[in-house]
Every structure is written in C-alpha cells, then in structure tokens.
C-alpha cells in the first residue's frame, strides 16, 4: 500500500512540475494560437458546426426505425354476442373472449422524406453557419495575436522600464554618497543632498511599481499564451528590435479590402442567417411530402410461447405515402413571415452600419500609427537631448556651477523622456497590431470542409 501512495504521489508531483518556455514573438503567436483557451474553443465551435451540418442532412435521407412490442393482458375485454348464436334464447347475450391473453409483435418500419421546403432551406443555412464558425475562428485568431503582441510588448516595456529606473537608482545612488561626503566636509549645502534624497526615494517607489506591474504583465502573457501561470516564461527579443521590425509606413497605404475584413465577414453570415430564417418562414407555406415502409410480424396465444420452435408467426407489411398541405393557420404564418422579414432587414442595417465602422476604425488605425510613427522618432531625438542635458547639469552640480534644483529637474526630465520613449516603441508595436487586425493580416484561413 505505501509503494503505491508513494508511485501516485510521483506520478502527481511530475504532472504539476512546472514547464519552462522561451519564446520570441513570432515563437509566442504560434504558440498561442494552437494553445490559446479562445481559439482552442473556436475551433470545436468550427467541429461543432460540422456535426450539426450533418444532423441537418440526415434528417432528409431515410430513416428506420423498429419496435418491440409485448402484451400481457391481465383481464381479458370481453365482447357480447346475441345468444341465439350459441343455441340461447333471443333477447339474451353470450360473453366471449376475442383476444389472446398473451401477444407479441416486431417491425420496422423504412421512411424516407421526399420533399420539404424547410429541409432544403435547413441545409442552405447548415453550410451558412459553417462559414460563419470558419470567420469567427479567424476573427479569434486575430484578436489572439494583437492580444499576444501586445501582451509581450506590455512585458517588456516594464522589464526595461525596470532597467532603465535601477540604472538611473544606481547612479543617482553614487551621486548621493558623494555629494553627502561633499556636504561633510563644508563644500555644499545640505537643501543639495535633501534633494538628491527625494529623486532616490521617488526612484525606489517607482522601481517597486514596475516590478509588480512585470509580474501583472507576465501573467497576462502566459493566460494569452494558454500556459499555466505557474510555468517560467522567459523572452528573448527586446522593446527597440521589435519597434523596429514594425517601422513600416507603407502599410498605411495599403488599400482596406472589406471582402477580407473578420468583422465584415462575420456581419455578412449575419446578414446571410437572417435571409435564410425568412425563407424558412416562406417555405412553410409549402406541402410536404414523405413515404414510408412498414414489415412487422406477429404472435399471439394464451400461454408465453413465442421463442418456441413451433410457435407460429404471422407476417405483415405495409407501405404508403403522407402529404401535408398547410391551408390556413390563422394568419400565423403570415406574421412569421413578417417577423422574419423585419429581421432580416435589420440585419441589413447592421451590415451597412458595420462597414462604416470597419472603415472609420481604419482611418483611426492609420492615424494612430502615423502618429506612433511620428513619436517614436520624436521621443528618441528627445531622450538623445534630454541625456546630453542631464549629464551637462550632473558635471556642473559637481563642479559646484548648478544647484541641486537645476540636477533635479534636468533628471525628472530625462525620466520623463525615457518613459515616453519606452511607451512610444510599445505604441508603434500595438498600434501595428490594430492596424494588421482590420486588414486581416495575416489571413488565418481555414480548409476545414
């Protein structure tokens, strides 16, 4: 018994080991889209859809169907017959049993629709909704890769917002100590290393900030990535490689093509859902037909016989066909039909509405990244400045030709400058993103059939 405690405990403690990964971006989007919770179930939606088209086309081919059937009747019905047919006396009633006590009875029945409006329109809307989970799987994988993108952006960016906070920490630390042996010894006033003091606390609170905004942050990348928060992840590109591998500007020149757009083909399967309930409705006005086969065989008596060798089994069979003519319904079918129709013509609406959007939310891409451009090369000519500033005032501070307030705000300026530089090579990373999401770019196809 302890050997197989110890054996399950084993088995228990491999299986919840912790995994490693190590990902690039490109490695972390291939990743998640196999591994991702969402596109994981968009694609049994997809499965899903398969099934019921099928469910939908047997309906129209032949079906069969066998029953089983034994009785036992506990009191036999009985029936009067006139009494004079017994040698009686007219006017009186003789009782007697017609059925067997026992009987059984097997058959199968063969049917087989013949024609149905609807089913035709069921089988129409069964590949519309195909097509439907085949946009919506791609319209998910989509959003998982922005979502990845920006995830592994949003990760770096703190990672070296927390370089960039210790490094500025550990220099400003070294300032501190030496401008506090300076004051020690009568060269400098103590307001110099008060001020010093004040940047280093703000340093460490900001260093504290980003270190749990990286633990956030890698945690939204491994749900993004479908791994367990418990695995180590690591990353290997940097914030400056990828900002730079998404410095193309011509894609804003790239023409919006609706056909290819997620949401516009998901709009259209709407819209295509919506015609199809009204034809649906309209087919319901037509009859039905449908046939059938029926071959049964039958056994009865008064004691239970029947897997008997001798006992006797009396064949039967039967076939036909059913027409239903719907002729009046109290205009209830009428007012289905309008129903439909009203729907269908809202979703026309919707469609017409949702390709403006698709176009205004393309304008704003565009926008969006021009100026992510834009900042990005505006931040980092500024950062260059704002550096060369800092180290001017840090050489003067120490020659005794500034004040700590002029060393102060020359190094809240170059902080201030680094953070916008780090957020403008994560705006051009997301804002690519955005922009590559509504030119379906790139195309996540599906050949499922």
């Known amino acids: 018994m302890a050997v197989m405690v110890f054996a399950f405990a084993k088995a228990y403690s491999q299986q919840t080991e912790p995994k490693t990964y190590s990902f690039s971006l490109e490695e972390a989007i291939v990743h998640g889209l196999e591994n991702n919770y969402q596109t994981i ?22 079906q ?105 920490r550990d220099v400003l630390k070294t300032n501190l100590n030496e401008t506090v042996k300076i004051y020690e010894n009568g060269l400098t006033e103590e307001e110099n290393v008060e001020q010093l003091r004040i940047t280093l606390a703000q340093l460490e609170n900001q260093l504290n900030n980003a270190q749990r905004q990286e633990s956030i942050a890698m945690d939204m990348l491994k749900l993004a990535l479908g791994i367990d928060l418990k695995d180590s992840l690591t990353l290997t590109e940097n914030l400056d490689s990828i900002a730079l591998l998404n410095m193309t500007p011509a894609i804003v020149n790239e023409s919006l093509d609706l056909d290819k757009n997620a949401d516009y083909q998901i709009a259209f399967n709407f819209t295509e859902q919506r015609r199809l309930e009204y034809k649906l409705e309209r087919a319901k006005y037509l009859p039905t037909l449908s046939g059938f086969v029926n071959l049964g065989t039958q056994s009865f008596g008064d004691d239970f016989t029947f897997f008997n060798n001798n006992n006797r089994w009396f064949a039967q069979s039967i076939t036909g066909l059913s027409l239903n003519v719907p002729i009046f319904s109290s205009f209830g079918r009428k007012a289905s039909v309008a129903k439909a129709k009203l729907a269908w013509d809202q979703a026309n609406v919707d469609f017409t509405r949702t390709q403006e959007e698709i176009r205004l939310n393309y304008e704003m891409a565009q926008a969006n990244y021009k100026n992510a451009v834009d900042n990005y090369m505006t931040s980092k000519e500024n950062l260059r400045l704002a550096e060369r500033i800092e180290n001017k005032n840090n050489i003067k501070f120490k020659e005794g030709l500034s004040t700590s307030f002029d060393l102060r705000q020359a190094q809240t300026q170059l902080y201030s400058t680094q953070s916008q530089y780090l957020q403008s090579l994560y705006s051009l990373i997301t804002e690519k993103a955005t922009l590559e999401t509504i030119l379906n770019t790139p195309q996540f196809t599906n050949t499922q059939n």
Do not use: C, H
Request: charged content about 15%.
């Open 64 to 168: 069969i169907n066998g029953t089983v059937d034994y009785q036992y009747q506990i009191i036999q019905p009985v029936t009067p017959l006139p009494g004079e047919i017994a040698g009686g006396e007219p006017g009186t009633f003789v009782p007697v049993t017609f059925s067997p006590k026992q009987s059984a009875n097997l058959s199968a029945t063969l049917s087989q629709l013949i024609f149905d409006g609807s089913y035709i329109v069921a089988l129409e809307a069964s590949k519309t909704f195909i097509d439907f989970s085949k946009n919506a799987e791609n319209k998910t994988k989509l959003e998982v890769r922005k979502g990845i993108i920006n995830a592994y952006g949003a990760v770096l960016l703190t990672q070296e917002n927390i370089a960039i906070i210790t490094s500025n």
């Open 41 to 62: 179930n968009a694609k049994t939606e997809i499965a899903k859809a398969l099934k019921q088209k099928w469910i939908t086309t047997a309906t129209g081919l032949p």
